[in-house]
């Protein structure tokens, strides 16, 4: 399974970004979305897990956008959430998360989980425009890693 994570798009989903995303059977967003039209054409690519960001308060995006996104796929609990601090690792196998715009991909020291930010493809704050990617199978997580998009 290839799970592409993308965060803090603030309503703008490049050319390139939905390029990275074709392919992928699920995709994450960690919140911060801002766009309806964007969360259709998300849906269009593959299924979606979302979070709300603290950009998203006024708009209404269904049932299904909530603001920590708990899921369970491939044989991971999976958590979503924009912010890092409101993540519980220590009831999930992968944990998300956004806001910061800031890309990286470690273990909890206590837990064992996987936390990934996948930075900002619109509004990076660091190294330029990211979104990550995990490649798992048989409950296994082959690959985890940050992709560094053009402008």
């Not at 995006?61 to 044989?75: I, L």
């Not at 609990?77 to 890309?103: K, N």
Request: glycine share 10%; hydrophobic share 35%.
């Amino acid at each position: 399974m290839r799970y592409d994570i993308i965060s803090d798009t603030h309503g703008f989903l490049s050319e390139e970004l939905l390029d990275q995303l074709q392919g992928a059977d699920v995709i994450v967003h960690a919140g911060d979305v801002c766009s309806l039209s964007d969360i259709r054409t998300l849906e269009q690519i593959a299924p979606l897990k979302l979070a709300l960001g603290n950009n998203d308060y006024s708009l209404g995006y269904g049932s299904g956008a909530v603001r920590r996104c708990k899921f369970f796929s491939d044989g991971f609990r999976w958590q979503v959430c924009h912010y890092r601090e409101r993540l519980d690792t220590s009831v999930c196998d992968i944990a998300i998360c956004g806001h910061t715009h800031r890309p990286y991909v470690e273990r909890d020291r206590e837990s064992g989980t996987l936390i990934m930010n996948p930075g900002s493809p619109t509004y990076p704050r660091a190294k330029g425009p990211s979104m990550g990617r995990i490649i798992a199978e048989n409950g296994k997580v082959l690959s985890a890693e940050i992709i560094t998009l053009d402008f």
